[in-house]
């Protein structure tokens, strides 16, 4: 099955997203691909003392400590990035946290490719990509590995994330870090928008990264030695997707009210909000019942995934599955097959799976 979060990448540096398909040497304006949510103000007593940073739909929850001359730009499950304005408190740049969908292959074929099981090997190996330092890192509670990095090759494409395509452009001059999180290898990248500025700019992003803390919604830690078994993890899609008895069909779990779903809060909340507005069962974009129901499911660590497939194979769910911290498992967001922008958390996920 394919895995829908792939790895995480904070990055605050000088990325820029651009959804256009022109090559690498194409010199495109250098804009965020305007695809995901806003999050949440930051609340601070002045624009350069700590304010409060809270995701709303990022995964895992993140929280920290900024200024609330930062913006929280984006907040979605596999998309989160605030901005620094340039001002008198520093220039222009990013913290950006991503999990990327794909990744530009520079062995020749430039073609875009899903990312490497080990992200670290990649960054070491990027013909494009300078690695000035290399060290352990631990953010929030998540280990792994610290990169310096420095662009040397002109305007190209780096990695594609549910907002667009994000590109590398010369002179650019970056932190990226990969941390081995729930899902996968997360990414943590910092820099400015320009690179001539990465020390100016790391001395006031530095601290914002050190605040952040990472807690999964409704999971157990991150070391939990408990693992999610095939039955328990099919057990759990079952009840989201029941069999009438009486009836002789399948059929959504909130088709007949939210109280009966084994979901986590933060999924019920989002469910909540928009349930008025959808005429449909959302965890199974449809209207109808159906004669058939097929699961795959597949154990990652305490929680696992599930493929679902439902009238006639006609419809095709990713359905993301995590250990409550009384140990009990939730489906905490459902997309469609192999489409991470479809997530629930998405206004791409309030509508029926494109054909």
Not at 116 to 130: K, N
Not at 174 to 199: S, Y
Not at 230 to 251: D, I, K, M, R, W
């Amino acid at each position: 099955m394919h895995k829908l979060l792939l790895g995480l990448l904070i990055l605050v540096a000088a990325l820029t997203a651009s959804c256009g398909d022109d090559d690498d040497g194409g010199g495109s304006e250098a804009t965020t691909a305007p695809a995901s949510a806003t999050g949440a103000a930051i609340v601070s007593p002045a624009p350069d003392e700590p304010g409060e940073i809270t995701s709303s739909r990022f995964s895992p929850a993140l929280t920290g400590e900024a200024p609330s001359v930062w913006e929280i730009q984006d907040d979605l499950p596999t998309l989160f990035r605030m901005e620094h304005p340039a001002d008198a408190t520093g220039p222009l740049g990013s913290i950006f946290l991503a999990y990327p969908v794909s990744v530009w292959s520079y062995d020749g074929s430039g073609m875009n490719v899903e990312p490497p099981e080990d992200l670290a090997a990649w960054v070491r190996g990027h013909p494009r990509l300078v690695v000035v330092a290399e060290s352990p890192i631990t953010i929030g509670g998540l280990a792994g590995t610290h990169f310096e990095v420095e662009s040397n090759a002109g305007d190209y494409k780096l990695f594609d994330d549910v907002g667009g395509t994000i590109r590398v452009f010369d002179g650019d001059h970056f932190i990226l870090d990969i941390l081995n999180a729930q899902d996968g290898e997360l990414f943590v990248k910092v820099g400015p928008a320009q690179g001539q500025f990465f020390d100016e700019f790391i001395a006031i992003a530095q601290p914002v990264v050190d605040s952040l803390e990472f807690t999964p919604a409704n999971l157990t830690a991150a070391d939990s030695t408990v693992s999610a078994t095939e039955a328990e993890l099919t057990a759990v899609v079952e009840a989201t997707y029941p069999y009438s008895v009486e009836n002789g069909y399948y059929y959504s779990c909130d088709g007949i009210g939210l109280e009966t779903c084994p979901i986590t809060e933060r999924l019920r909340s989002r469910l909540e909000a928009v349930d008025e507005t959808v005429n449909a069962a959302l965890l199974c974009r449809c209207q109808d019942v159906s004669n058939d129901r097929v699961i795959a499911v597949t154990p990652t660590g305490p929680g696992g995934s599930a493929a679902v497939s439902m009238f006639g194979g006609t419809l095709q769910l990713e359905v993301s599955i995590i250990r409550a911290n009384d140990g009990q498992l939730l489906v905490d967001d459902v997309a469609c097959a192999s489409r991470p922008e479809t997530s629930l958390y998405s206004d791409a996920g309030l509508g029926a799976c494109p054909e």
